[in-house]
């Protein structure tokens, strides 16, 4: 049988290949849903731009529950890792790119 580890031992510059699939995976699945969650507050979210939020709110939620993953830790190491934090950097941009607040007509 195949474990956890095994699976996560393919890495991508020092990056778990099954990782970030099961993220990108799990995130595309759940967009749809997510999209019609938003867009019940008022927030229209396209969903492509869930799959460019990703890795950004992988980030967000990894610092705010306390755990420092690699990619946390090399996003937010001064002065190294330029390539991470100009990648996050574009995925954030367009991620936020086609998101509208709707107003509400009374």
Known sequence: MITLEFLRSFRLGGYAIFDLTV??????LLSGWLSKLFLKIGIYIPKLNWVFLTLPLGILIHLLVGTMTPMTKNFFSWPGNWGLKILILVLLFLGLRGIKIIKKEK
């Open 23 to 28: 993220a990108f995976l799990g995130i595309f």
